[in-house]
């Protein structure tokens, strides 16, 4: 990506409010272990190109979601916004801050306004600790030793979560999933931050506790002025709570706009079969199924040209051959594909009559 592409990027919420986070071609790469005899063999090195130069930004009091399927580098991409895990290359502001130039205390303190919701509340959650001990982690670790303190902090977290300051002596096992999360989040907003992760925050938890998950990250995001990265598979969750939408194919972003541009109006291959999956009528309703066949390819060695070739129903030898440029086609809709002016033309036709 040139300079100028990802200016361009950058750009795509700047006329509306400053960045809490920005994150400049980011790259993270896992390196593959290949054993005591690949090393006789003298082979090459292997990595897994989990980020391969990702560029965006996210306002504050921003919900920017990241949507693809299982492998496409979301939650990589998550954890390195948080440089919970350092990028390979790259640059993360956060708050106007360059994260990788700050000392370690520096960032500790940096991290206060930085927290992470994760997938399932069940395996996040010690089992063995009280909930009002979980809960006040983040207040321990920046030092707060007073107990009454603590306790009125916890006390205040459960209720804006839609809890009982009575059950903080209680043990994870003793809630509901639904609840479980509920705590997870407590947890995450008890040092009342700017910005937080949510990963799959609904994935785990039964269709009719969803909705009030969600709902509940909506009033606490207007209480607290806080920002979200959303990462999710769901593209209809994303729809619900996100004001921008990336959607993240093998670790690319191959389309960014707002959200109701994106479900409307989806201009990359990928995303169109995303919304078509989706089990909601009017989402799909006047949208044949987008036939595309084939998983994910391995990261480890992704497709050349455009990494959607594989699997994509518009391909040609071009896209085999040439990265596609991420493109404005108007109204900050960000496309990475080749012929997406031709994709949308045709999607017309696949409208069906009513």
Same mark, same amino acid.
């Given at each position: 990506?040139? /300079?100028?592409? =990802?200016?361009i990027?950058?750009? @795509?919420?700047?006329?509306?409010?400053?960045?809490?986070l920005?994150?400049?071609?980011l790259? $993270?790469?896992?390196?593959?272990? &290949? &054993?005591?005899?690949? =090393?006789?063999?003298?082979r090459?090195?292997?990595?897994?190109h989990?980020?391969d130069?990702v560029?965006?930004?996210?306002?504050?009091?921003?919900?920017?979601?990241?949507?693809?399927?299982s492998?496409?580098? $979301?939650?990589?991409?998550?954890?390195?916004?948080?440089?919970l895990?350092?990028?390979?290359?790259?640059?993360?502001?956060?708050?106007?801050?360059?994260? *990788?130039?700050?000392?370690? $205390?520096?960032?500790?303190?940096? !991290?206060?306004?930085?927290?992470?919701?994760?997938?399932d509340?069940?395996?996040s959650l010690?089992? %063995?600790? !009280?909930?009002?001990?979980? #809960?006040? *982690?983040?207040?321990?670790?920046?030092?707060t030793k007073?107990?009454?303190?603590?306790?009125?902090?916890?006390?205040?977290a459960?209720?804006?979560?839609? /809890?009982?300051?009575?059950?903080?002596?209680?043990?994870?096992?003793?809630?509901s999933?639904?609840? !479980?999360?509920?705590?997870?989040?407590?947890?995450?907003?008890?040092? $009342?931050?700017?910005?937080?992760?949510?990963?799959?925050?609904?994935?785990?938890?039964?269709a009719?506790?969803?909705?009030? #998950?969600?709902?509940l990250?909506?009033?606490l995001?207007?209480q607290?002025?806080?920002?979200?990265? /959303?990462?999710?598979?769901?593209?209809?969750?994303?729809?619900?709570?996100?004001d921008?939408?990336?959607?993240?194919? /093998?670790?690319?972003?191959?389309?960014?706009?707002?959200?109701e541009?994106?479900?409307? *109006?989806?201009?990359?291959?990928?995303?169109?079969?995303? #919304?078509?999956?989706v089990? *909601?009528?009017?989402?799909?309703?006047?949208? =044949?199924?987008?036939?595309?066949?084939?998983? #994910?390819?391995?990261? @480890?060695?992704?497709?050349? &040209?455009?990494?959607? %070739?594989?699997?994509?129903?518009?391909? =040609?030898?071009?896209?085999?051959?040439?990265?596609?440029?991420?493109?404005d086609?108007?109204?900050?809709?960000?496309?990475?594909?080749?012929?997406?002016?031709? @994709?949308?033309?045709?999607r017309?036709?696949?409208?069906?009559?009513?």
């Amino acid at each position: 990506m040139t /300079l100028e592409q =990802k200016q361009i990027v950058s750009d @795509i919420s700047a006329d509306s409010g400053e960045f809490l986070l920005q994150v400049d071609n980011l790259q $993270k790469h896992f390196p593959v272990k &290949g &054993g005591f005899f690949a =090393k006789l063999r003298g082979r090459k090195p292997e990595f897994v190109h989990a980020v391969d130069g990702v560029t965006f930004s996210i306002k504050r009091n921003e919900t920017f979601a990241i949507v693809g399927e299982s492998g496409s580098g $979301k939650t990589t991409l998550g954890l390195s916004a948080l440089r919970l895990i350092d990028p390979t290359s790259g640059k993360i502001f956060f708050d106007s801050h360059e994260t *990788e130039k700050l000392s370690e $205390k520096d960032m500790r303190k940096l !991290r206060r306004d930085m927290q992470i919701v994760f997938q399932d509340p069940s395996s996040s959650l010690d089992p %063995h600790k !009280r909930i009002v001990d979980s #809960i006040s *982690e983040p207040l321990r670790a920046i030092g707060t030793k007073n107990k009454a303190e603590i306790r009125r902090s916890v006390a205040e977290a459960l209720k804006a979560v839609g /809890l009982d300051e009575s059950q903080m002596n209680a043990f994870p096992h003793q809630f509901s999933g639904g609840q !479980r999360q509920r705590i997870s989040i407590a947890r995450a907003i008890i040092l $009342k931050p700017k910005f937080i992760v949510l990963d799959e925050p609904t994935s785990s938890l039964d269709a009719s506790v969803q909705s009030q #998950i969600l709902l509940l990250l909506q009033q606490l995001q207007e209480q607290y002025n806080l920002s979200y990265l /959303l990462i999710t598979h769901n593209i209809s969750v994303a729809r619900y709570l996100a004001d921008r939408i990336a959607v993240m194919y /093998l670790g690319r972003f191959v389309e960014i706009a707002k959200t109701e541009d994106i479900m409307t *109006e989806p201009l990359h291959p990928y995303t169109q079969m995303l #919304i078509a999956s989706v089990l *909601e009528p009017e989402v799909g309703a006047h949208l =044949k199924q987008v036939e595309i066949s084939g998983e #994910i390819p391995s990261p @480890i060695n992704p497709p050349s &040209g455009c990494r959607f %070739h594989t699997r994509c129903p518009y391909a =040609k030898q071009k896209c085999s051959e040439v990265q596609p440029e991420f493109r404005d086609l108007g109204n900050k809709h960000f496309v990475e594909c080749h012929y997406a002016e031709e @994709i949308a033309l045709s999607r017309k036709n696949l409208l069906v009559e009513a």
